[in-house]
């Protein structure tokens, strides 16, 4: 356990996937250039160095007198699960809004691999670019398209993929139909995934909560992304949901997306999470395996307002919720 990002971390031994043993590495200095280009990852399978999928350095944000982000720095393996967890406030989604372009830093930089032998800078590019370079994210409040079917819903994510124009879509020509055809196949499948298949011809709006926010993430998923961002996904839903939502983001996870994680219900990221940064009024104060942050008295003190990790909230800081020695996801058998 480190203060301030710089430090390599471990994953808890209940991650079976290869991808996910090896762990994160936050803060740390890089050697790459800014910009697109021919990456030293061509033989790595996340495409960056280390098998890195993301890293930020240094992202400085502020609002006239307010900082929201102050010298944020971190790194992403593919296939892990990063939460970000710190209070109210403390920066998480403007940390989000910047990896996705919705906000563009006054400092500092994020590199991001999409595939082997190639990366790209992020920051100054507009959220759609990032999206079609493999970004993908869900809302804090969901934003659905009431209207339309949860079929519908994904495929406006698998359109992102899609290669022919418009006026091909209108002529109904042929390699329009095919991607068409192809595109609703993909939806279902993703559809499927989230465990919503016979949601499929249902409008968005009719589906409970918990549901609308695994289509969110079916909807993400549409623009085949290498890296997912989920902003606080269970938030209003009940603890069956939850249970599914964690079992959801281990799924993805294993199919080789980095699930990077916002959220506040500690037990959830306490069972999921490869390893976990702390912000606190814009700034990492610690990162490490679920098992280190959740003993860390700075995180303790800041994060949760407790003087020691014993007066804690077992929701919060029980130590049986993650088993870093257990062969299987311990965690997650916690939840049930
Ligand atoms: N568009 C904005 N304009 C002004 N201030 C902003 C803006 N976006 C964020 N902030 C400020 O930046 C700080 C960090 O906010 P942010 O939403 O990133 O925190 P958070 O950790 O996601 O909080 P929460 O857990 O409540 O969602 C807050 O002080 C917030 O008021």
Redesign the pocket.
């Known amino acids: 356990m480190t203060r301030g990002g710089a430090h390599r971390v471990s994953p808890p031994g209940h991650r079976r996937s290869r991808d996910r043993q090896r762990g994160s590495s936050q803060g740390r200095g890089s050697s790459q250039g800014r910009g697109d280009s021919q990456g030293p990852g061509e033989a790595g399978r996340g495409g960056g160095p280390e098998d890195l999928v993301v890293e930020a350095r240094d992202l400085a944000?502020r609002?006239?007198g307010?900082t929201?982000l102050d010298g944020v720095s971190l790194r992403q393996r593919r296939g892990e699960i990063l939460a970000v967890i710190?209070?109210?406030?403390?920066?998480?989604?403007?940390?989000f809004?910047c990896l996705t372009g919705a906000?563009r830093p006054q400092q500092g930089s994020v590199t991001f691999w999409p595939r082997p032998g190639r990366q790209a800078e992020l920051v100054g590019r507009s959220p759609h670019a990032i999206t079609r370079l493999g970004v993908a994210r869900t809302f804090?409040n969901i934003r659905l398209f009431p209207a339309l079917s949860a079929l519908e819903n994904v495929q406006i994510g698998t359109e992102v993929r899609q290669r022919y124009g418009p006026l091909a879509a209108v002529l109904g020509l042929p390699g329009a139909r095919r991607a068409e055809r192809d595109g609703v196949r993909h939806a279902l499948e993703l559809l499927e995934l989230v465990g919503l298949p016979h949601r499929a011809h249902e409008l968005a709006s009719s589906l409970p909560y918990g549901e609308q926010r695994r289509l969110e993430i079916a909807r993400a998923l549409g623009t085949e992304p290498r890296l997912l961002l989920l902003d606080?996904p269970a938030a209003g839903t009940n603890p069956a949901e939850k249970r599914d939502l964690a079992e959801l983001i281990i799924r993805i996870a294993g199919t080789g997306v980095s699930v990077l994680l916002?959220e506040?219900d500690m037990r959830l990221v306490m069972s999921v999470a490869t390893s976990v940064v702390v912000?606190n009024f814009?700034r990492i104060i610690a990162s490490g395996t679920p098992v280190e942050v959740q003993r860390d008295p700075a995180v303790i003190e800041a994060y949760l307002g407790l003087a020691d990790a014993g007066a804690a909230d077992p929701d919060v800081v029980d130590p049986d919720v993650v088993d870093p020695g257990a062969a299987g996801p311990a965690g997650w058998k916690e939840l049930r």
């Open positions: 944000l609002f006239g307010v929201s710190g209070p109210n406030g403390a920066g998480k989604t403007s940390l809004n906000y804090q606080e916002i506040h912000l814009g």
